[in-house]
């Protein structure tokens, strides 16, 4: 089992930047792919980005794309979700997320086998 906490959400102004953090732990080396998904209030959850293992493929949602930046360290077993020009519509509660495999466009919830319990992202306009 792999245990993902996530951490950095808060409360910020439209136009500010804020950056998630995501910690892996149990077999954490089991883990190739890692990623962020979000989920505002009745919506479904929606892909964010996504990194592979050596953090050379990225993928982002085109409505992130340029303002948010994925980075990965593994030797810290930690994923970091670098959010800039926030805007109201980016409040959401935000998902990490991880999976042992990788392949192309991996941007369905059931490509990933496991979740963080997410944190509150709040952007006031």
């Known amino acids: 089992q792999v245990q993902l906490v996530e951490s950095g959400g808060g409360l910020v102004q439209a136009g500010d930047s804020l950056r998630l953090s995501c910690a892996a732990s149990g077999r954490s080396f089991s883990v190739n792919t890692m990623g962020w998904f979000r989920q505002a209030p009745g919506k479904e959850r929606e892909f964010v980005g996504t990194?592979?293992?050596?953090?050379?493929?990225?993928q982002y949602a085109d409505s992130v794309k340029g303002r948010f930046t994925i980075a990965r360290d593994n030797a810290k077993n930690t994923v970091y979700l670098q959010m800039n020009s926030l805007k109201s519509e980016d409040t959401a509660v935000y998902y990490c997320t991880a999976s042992s495999t990788y392949s192309m466009a991996m941007t369905k919830t059931w490509d990933y086998d496991y979740w963080g319990q997410g944190t509150q992202v709040t952007v006031s306009s």
């Open positions: 990194i592979n293992w050596n953090s050379r493929i990225t």
